[in-house]
């Protein structure tokens, strides 16, 4: 079932059969090096248990453009621990959060990621009634941190040492959307 379709993005709920995109997509050390890290391949059991076995309050979905399934994306209300973290304790706006990749490297650097979020912007703030976006990309990561901007995010503040990668934590950046 279809979240939304924008142009040539659909965005359609994760299902079962989903699972052998995931395990592609998360043992290609391409794909790994910006999501997960190279040192953690995800086999079968993996994609089931951090995708499919989780009692948070996430929605997952599959990426497609033009039907072709191509990438991953989960959106959710930011819980209480999280405002906390960002800074965001003080308000009770809405505010939800997005992490995603694209699987299929064939469409990177095409401008897909950008239609994504912003697709993705458009139907948090219109029809979930977002007033923010956040998300927290690793800093290094300067490809996706220039998409976002181009969608309009910007930075907020450096997250040192805020995620496990590839053996370190790293530093990551709390980007927001606020139209």
């Known amino acids: 079932m279809n979240v939304y379709e924008s142009n040539e993005i659909t965005v359609r709920f994760l299902e079962t059969e989903d ?4 395990v592609e997509w998360l043992s290609d050390p391409e794909v790994l090096q910006y ?13 089931r248990e951090h995708f499919y076995n989780q009692d948070d309050a996430a929605t997952r979905c599959i990426v497609e453009h033009e039907g072709n399934p191509i990438g991953y994306i ?5 819980e209480e621990e999280e405002r906390t973290e960002y ?17 299929e490297v064939d469409y990177w650097n095409k401008g897909i990621g950008t239609q994504l ?15 923010k976006v956040v998300m927290d990309p690793q800093s290094w990561n300067l490809r996706a941190i220039s998409c976002y901007e181009k969608c309009g995010f910007q930075k907020i503040k450096l ?21």
């Open 87 to 103: 800074g965001y304790g003080d308000t009770d706006e809405i505010i939800y959060g997005t992490d995603q990749f694209i699987g």
């Open 74 to 78: 989960q959106f959710y209300e930011l």
């Open 35 to 47: 999501y997960e890290g190279r040192d953690r391949p995800h086999d079968l059991e993996h994609v």
């Open 117 to 131: 979020m912003q697709s993705m912007l458009a139907y948090l703030i219109n029809e979930q009634q977002a007033r």
């Open 19 to 22: 699972e052998h995109h995931l």
């Open 159 to 179: 997250l040192e040492k805020h995620e496990q990668h590839e053996g370190q934590m790293r530093n990551c950046w709390l980007m927001e959307y606020a139209p």
